[in-house]
Each structure stands twice: as C-alpha cells, then as structure tokens.
C-alpha cells in the first residue's frame, strides 16, 4: 500500500489531571460546554445532555437527534452502573418487499450485506429508523439530572443561530460526501453550494464560511421549552413524520409516540482483577465480554504490550466477532434485549461517570434533511441484514442490532474510566485494547491513547498502525492476513475513541490523537 505520508511526523495531545470535572468529545466546542455545565454545579449526567445536542449541531454528519445509540452511567453515590439503551427501531410500517435484493453483490457501506435495488436500507427516506437518542438523555435527565432541561439546550441552540462553521474539516467530510447529499434536495440545500459543490471556505482564507442551522436551533428551543417527549409525541414528531412521509418513508408519529428508551441492568463481569460494566443485548456489549473472556487464557499481564498480546487482540477480536455476526440479532421474542457515530465520556468532581455514544449510523445518515425540522435523519434500517432467514434480518417494529460499546471498568489499582468510541465495526476493537491497556498493562488514559492500536472488525484482515515495533507485525503476519497503516485523520481506519478516569479523586481524560476536533476539557476552575 503506497503511502504519501510523513515518516517524521509525531502527534500528541495533553493529558491534565484535575480535582475537577472532565469532558472528552470529539468536538472541543462541545466538550467545553459539558464542562461548563460541570462548572455551573451540574451533574455528569447534565453534561451529558448539553453535549449530545451540542456536538450534534458542530459535528451534524455524525450525530444528532433523530439518531439514537446507548450510555453507561456510573453513580458514586450508590456504587454502581446503569445501561442506557436508546438504539433505533424499524417503522412499524415497514415492508420488507420494499427492499429486494439487486443481485449485485456486496453493499458498498458500512456493512457488507446484500446490495438492496437503488440502496433503499443505505440512503434516502426508505433508510430511516425510528430515534431514540433525544428519549435516551431526556429520560437520563429525569433519573439524575440536577439542572432545568430548558437551560442545558441553551448552548446547542445558540450554535445553531451562530452556524455551521466550515473549516478544512469540515470541508473535507463534506466533500467526501457530496455526490450522496445532493440526492435529497433539502440536504444539497443545507450542505452544498449551488445543491451540488461541497461547501468550502477556501484553501488559503481565513474567511468566516457558514452553514445555516437555525432551522435545527428553533427545532432544538421548541424542545427546550416542550420537553423531551414533544420529540415523539408532539409537534416535532408531527412534523419529522410528515416530512419522512412524504420522502417515501414509512416513519410514523404511532412509531415516534410508541418509543421509549430502557434503563437496564448492565452486563457486568469480572476479568482477572478488574470489573467491567457494558452494555447487554443487542449492542457490542457481549462482543466486548467475549473478547476478554478469550484474552483471560491467551494474554499475560505485564508492563508493555508487545507481539504477545497484539496476537492475543486479533485472535480474541476474531473469534469474538465471530460468534457476534453469526448469532445475534432482535427475534421479537426478548424483550429486555436491547458509521459515522460520536462518543464522548464525562466525569464530574463527585465521581459520577457517563460513557455516550450516539449515532445517525452512516455518515450523514441517510443523507435526507426533514425540512421542517432542519434535522439530518439516521439510516439505522441499513443495520440490518437485507437477507430474511437470518438473526438479524430486516423486520417491521425490530430493533437494530448495534455496534455501540461504551463502557465503564474498575481496575486493582483503583483506577475507575469510561471508555468509548466511534467506527462502527471498528468500534469494539478500540475500545477492547484500550481497556485492556488500562486492566493489563497499568497504563493511565493518556498512555493508553497514545498507544498504537489494530484493528478487527469481522473479515479475515487484520489493520495495524505502522507504527507498532518491527517484531509486532511480523507476529501478526505469520498468523493472520495483515496490513499496515498510519494512524490518520482521513480516512478512519481506525476507530475515535475518547475517554475519562477518575483515581485517587483526580480527574483526566483524552481522545482520539488524530482527531483534530477532539479534546478533553475540565471545568473552569474560575468558576469556583
């Protein structure tokens, strides 16, 4: 594989310690604003609220209302977690004859399934799943939260009449996504120049280029004012309805009015001296257990990973994944069961943790804008396996099986993090090895980000970073199909993760090192 980049170049990000509160996003200007809340007396749980609808303005093509996801939340004060599921369902209107395979071959997205005729479960309205992220953090909000609903959407709104501004980053996803967009009209309006050239503020300008969001900022007061369910059971879930609808959708307000997000019991379990809390059901959450209950036997702690334990992560990946794809999906019989995502983690001075992932799936989800709402929709249908027979095949009213892992652990030393990540299949991977970092190599959050990673994700190739010693990938070579790469910005091959950990009553955090939107801020000590 040719390679065009630096050989020389080195990227790092500062890790603070602080007695204070932490948010790690991938979005700065989001992070900053849970630490804000955090700063104003709010609960980790607070921050939370205020970051989901805040990166989901900055960062729209990865995250936002109409999407959905999953959180793990640790309370302090009772010494335990809960698991937040808020993942996405299909209308129960849904027909699957609308979806007939093309005979084609592979799909060419996330997944490799069947290609569906004109990519009706990928892009377009035919593609939408019923949300339950804005249900997940308003019902969070109502078990834990300490400050008004009204007061912590005031920050995304005010993103939203400030505008979208577009800098090379964003430039550059847009770009990658144009031909795409301009299918819908509403999303070439809101994204394109002229509904057909990516938007761009100019290679060598400081000039200050916006995206019009305030369709999605008065969107986001009348749920500021009517509270979370006017999301599904008012005028918002009357008007994204309708706007689906008439896109050829099968999203209802019956689907909208009937969601509701669970708050469960997480799947918790002990690997060596460490506990870990994730998520059950139909998440990377049993992934995630059945990746360490492979590296308990293959693995042996010690104080840096080396071939060893890079071979123990990529057979462990495999075989976990194995048994993911082959028999999990929603059967419609338990009903306690539960892309382009974000995830940020969030840690206050009491001790309280939440992990978050939320996600519209695909990059800019469907591609489709609900005008009335100016809310780019999810394509959570494409989750789905398009061919019926199958554990996870595309059903009426099913819920999705998703890749989400956000998780929280406990280590010997004390040492407590919640860990999560972006990536789709990559996801599970990232958030595996760092976690193991943390249980079986003693590393703090920044050594574990810093450190270099692989990724498996379900196929029979094995990524490496380029960066990993000689010996390293010569292991992962005599074992498995292996390539290497450099760690990058564009394109993701390998998962975003951000985190945070709390020891000894100090706080830190990080993200992805590559990541250029991404930090970890504490709350501002001037407040105090």
Not at 62 to 83: F, I, V
Not at 112 to 119: A, C, F, L
Not at 407 to 428: H, N, Q, Y
Request: net charge negative.
């Amino acid at each position: 594989m040719i390679s065009n980049l630096s050989s020389t170049q080195v990227t790092r990000k500062t890790v603070i310690e602080t007695e204070y509160g932490v948010v790690a996003a991938q979005h700065s200007r989001a992070a900053r604003i849970g630490a804000d809340v955090l700063a104003a007396g709010g609960d980790a749980v607070d921050a939370a609220v205020a970051v989901s609808f805040a990166i989901g303005v900055v960062e729209p093509w990865m995250s936002g209302p109409a999407g959905g996801g999953a959180a793990m939340l640790w309370r302090a004060d009772e010494g335990r977690a809960y698991a937040l599921n808020y993942g996405m369902r299909a209308p129960k209107g849904l027909n699957v004859a609308d979806y007939p395979l093309s005979g084609e071959g592979k799909a060419g997205d996330l997944f490799p399934w069947e290609k569906v005729v004109e990519d009706r479960n990928v892009q377009g309205a035919t593609a939408i799943a019923v949300p339950g992220t804005v249900d997940g953090v308003g019902k969070a909000h109502a078990r834990f939260g300490k400050l008004p609903w009204k007061d912590l959407l005031q920050p995304a709104i005010a993103l939203g009449r400030e505008g979208l501004a577009v800098d090379w980053y964003a430039a550059l996803i847009i770009a990658s996504t144009t031909r795409a967009l301009a299918q819908d009209a509403d999303a070439a309006a809101l994204f394109l120049e002229d509904g057909q050239w990516p938007t761009i503020a100019g290679w060598t300008s400081l000039a200050d280029k916006r995206i019009d969001m305030s369709k999605m900022a008065d969107t986001l007061s009348q749920l500021a004012e009517a509270g979370a369910r006017d999301f599904y059971e008012g005028d918002i879930a009357a008007a994204m309805a309708a706007d689906v609808q008439a896109k050829g959708g099968s999203l209802s307000v019956e689907d909208l009015a009937s969601y509701h997000a669970e708050l469960q019991d997480p799947l918790s379990f002990a690997y060596r001296n460490t506990r870990f809390d994730v998520m059950p059901g139909l998440t990377a959450g049993p992934t995630f257990r059945d990746a360490f209950a492979h590296l308990e036997e293959a693995l042996t702690p010690g104080d840096q990973p080396g071939a060893e334990a890079y071979t123990a992560y990529a057979a462990a990946l495999k075989a976990a994944y194995a048994k993911r794809l082959s028999g999990m999906g929603d059967d419609g019989e338990t009903p306690d069961a539960p892309g382009c995502t974000t995830h940020f983690s969030v840690v206050d001075r009491h001790g309280n943790m939440v992990s978050h992932t939320q996600t519209l799936l695909s990059i800019f989800g469907s591609r489709v804008v609900s005008p009335q709402t100016g809310l780019l929709m999810n394509n959570g249908i494409m989750w789905f396996d398009p061919e019926q027979g199958k554990p996870n095949s595309l059903a009426p009213g099913k819920r999705c099986l998703m890749n989400v892992c956000p998780v929280l652990g406990e280590t010997e030393s004390g040492s407590r993090f919640a860990f999560g990540a972006s990536g789709g299949r990559k996801i599970v991977s990232a958030v595996a090895q760092l976690s193991s970092f943390m249980a079986d190599f003693g590393m703090d959050v920044g050594e574990a980000f810093h450190q270099p990673r692989i990724d498996v994700s379900g196929g029979e190739t094995v990524v490496a970073d380029d960066s990993l010693p000689a010996d390293v990938i010569a292991a992962l070579e005599a074992e498995h199909n292996t390539v290497t790469t450099r760690r990058a910005v564009f394109p993701y091959a390998f998962a975003c993760p951000a985190g945070v950990q709390r020891k000894e009553g100090r706080n830190s955090g990080c993200t992805e090192i590559m990541s250029p939107w991404g930090d970890a801020i504490t709350e501002p000590v001037e407040q105090k």
